[in-house]
């Protein structure tokens, strides 16, 4: 690969779908009545690997070049799988497909690779027995693999010493299968693309300050869902068009999800020259952005 220094950076872009968007799409839309059609979905090997766990569960899953289709079965229809779901490298297949888990009718096995059998699960675990969930370590050190056996659940207010979308979406998603309605609380708010996909499939999220709400026994519905562009992939991008003397940078569709956008704030509080078009709050909030040179200060 040959690199030349370039003078001005001028043209248009568009980056990677999101990562955790596209989890979400597949693993909701599994749970949903009907077909879901994802679009922008990143081809990653974590998001392969929530498409592979889904398969294995008699999820039917399309890969297209242009779209993902994923043909639900409502939030009742995922069957045994006969094998260990193999979740790879992904921290986010592992933390949230447990919440999912821990409510069906039948025993899962989780594991990955050398990385995830050292990542600690402790943060999920206890929420979920504190709801009544059957969730064991079964090396006893707290990581992966896991084996859960689904159990009916218990609703719960669950006081989350960290700021985690992980933690907060396996208890939020082990509540659609509880007794009533379940909350999370955080220190601070983290991330909230599950509160804001799951009311968009048709669940009751709500949320007041940094707790989060949902009733038991959502009906999901199949829906259309471009992917945002990722902002961490657009970073560099931005970085790029801010400091390259005779720059502009037009980057379509990236997601400015408050709970995702600090470098667009701190750009602008060092007097970045950036502009939003063609904002859209429907879902998730995107826009495009058009950067161009500036001079930055402190």
Do not use: W
Request: charge should be neutral; aromatic fraction near 4%; charged fraction near 15%.
């Amino acid at each position: 690969m040959e690199i030349k220094k370039q003078t001005s950076l001028r043209g248009e872009l568009t980056v990677p779908g999101d990562k955790s968007i596209s989890h979400r799409a597949v693993m909701f839309g599994s749970l949903a009545q009907g077909t879901t059609k994802i679009t922008h979905f990143l081809e990653g090997a974590d998001c392969l690997s929530t498409i592979s766990c889904f398969r294995k569960m008699g999820i039917d899953i399309e890969r297209n070049a242009s779209e993902i289709l994923v043909h639900g079965k409502g939030l009742h229809g995922l069957s045994a799988p006969s094998e260990t779901l193999d979740v790879g490298n992904s921290g986010t297949t592992t933390r949230l497909i447990s919440g999912i888990l821990a409510g069906q009718s039948f025993t899962s096995e989780l594991n990955g690779d050398a990385s995830i059998q050292s990542r600690p699960m402790k943060r999920i675990m206890t929420p979920l027995l504190s709801m009544g969930a059957d969730i064991v370590s079964l090396r006893g050190n707290g990581c992966a693999p896991l084996r859960i056996t689904g159990k009916p659940l218990h609703a719960a207010h669950y006081q989350s010493p960290v700021a985690s979308a992980q933690v907060k979406s396996c208890v939020l998603l082990a509540g659609m299968y509880a007794d009533g309605s379940t909350s999370v609380t955080e220190p601070v708010l983290s991330r909230n693309h599950t509160e804001i996909m799951l009311n968009y499939f048709g669940a009751n999220v709500t949320s007041q300050g940094t707790t989060a709400s949902i009733e038991p026994e959502p009906v999901l519905n199949g829906r259309e869902i471009k992917v945002p562009g990722d902002i961490s992939s657009a970073a560099y991008f931005i970085a790029a068009g801010l400091l390259t003397p005779g720059s502009e940078i037009l980057l379509k569709n990236v997601g400015i999800n408050p709970t995702r956008d600090g470098m667009l704030r701190v750009c602008k509080a060092m007097g970045a020259d950036i502009t939003l078009l063609n904002a859209s709050t429907e879902g998730e909030p995107t826009a495009d952005l058009l950067i161009r040179t500036s001079s930055l200060h402190g």
